[in-house]
């Protein structure tokens, strides 16, 4: 057998070349990947700003949605308004095999008992999830979501035809009501895309979801006044309180 470069076998050296060549190709992936992730991380940053959020603390919130399949949860990229009215953020599991954008707004006037809307496909709602299933006579809706209700007269009422065709041209958004609090999430498909899609489409769904709550849900589940307000007071204590026990 041939011996080249001191006296080391060719196939050592074709070895130790395939292994620099694989490495160099994952140093390049991960460079490419890195520079997607600070142009996403910008990108997220200025659709935040221009709506009055600014960088908070990446403290996993207890209020971030039951029905998100995710365990071990660690926020990125977290934002919210000085008033805590709407809290952004980016959340996956400890591995980074799977992660969302969620986005938790309160609601004027709401106080709905708990109901999950999930889209199938990027939600999956486990066996004994909380609240009754909850079907509608829309076959294309019951083809695209998947409700959950602790009184599934409130999701009928909150889901009628109107709400019902807004909620079909949301496409990916999945999200649950409590009290005032809205949590809605959309899962990433390409975690290397530096678009912030997800969140632009959350922002829709926060524009919009407000003026397609029918009136008969206020009439018949009248909120206290200023419970919203209160909500989201309490979000914004949280991570002040965790603070003050690490210290």
């Known amino acids: 057998m041939a011996h080249i470069f001191d006296g080391y076998p060719a196939w050592e050296w074709a070895i130790a070349f395939a292994f620099l060549g694989a490495g160099a190709i994952q140093a390049i992936y991960n460079l490419a990947r890195s520079g997607s992730r600070r142009k996403r991380d910008q990108a997220i940053t200025a659709v935040c700003t221009q709506r009055g959020m600014w960088r908070v603390d ?28 709407l809290w952004f953020s980016e959340v996956r599991d400890r591995k980074g095999s799977s992660a969302f954008a ?8 709401l106080n709905l008992p708990y109901i999950g809307v999930a889209c199938k496909g990027q939600v999956d709602v486990p066996l004994g999830a909380r609240g009754q299933t909850v079907e509608l006579e ?25 709400m019902m065709q807004w909620l079909l041209d949301c496409d990916r958004v999945s999200f649950q009501v409590s009290g005032p609090l809205v949590s809605a999430m959309v899962k990433r498909r390409d975690q290397n895309s530096a678009q912030p899609t997800e969140l632009e489409l959350l922002l829709q769904f926060h ?10 849900v206020h009439t018949e589940f009248p909120a206290p006044a200023g419970f ?13 309180l965790t603070r003050i026990l690490k210290a």
């Open 58 to 85: 990446d403290v996993r919130s207890p209020f971030l949605p039951q029905m998100l399949p995710i365990s071990g949860a660690v926020c990125h990229n977290t934002f919210a308004t000085p008033d805590w009215s």
């Open 102 to 109: 969620v986005l938790i707004f309160g609601v004027q006037e």
């Open 138 to 162: 829309s076959i294309d809706f019951t083809n695209r979501f998947q409700i959950h209700a602790d009184d599934p007269r409130a999701a009928v009422m909150l889901i009628d035809q109107g």
């Open 207 to 216: 524009d919009g979801f407000a003026a397609h709550v029918p009136q008969l």
């Open 228 to 240: 919203a307000e209160a909500a989201s007071q309490a979000m914004h204590m949280f991570p002040n």
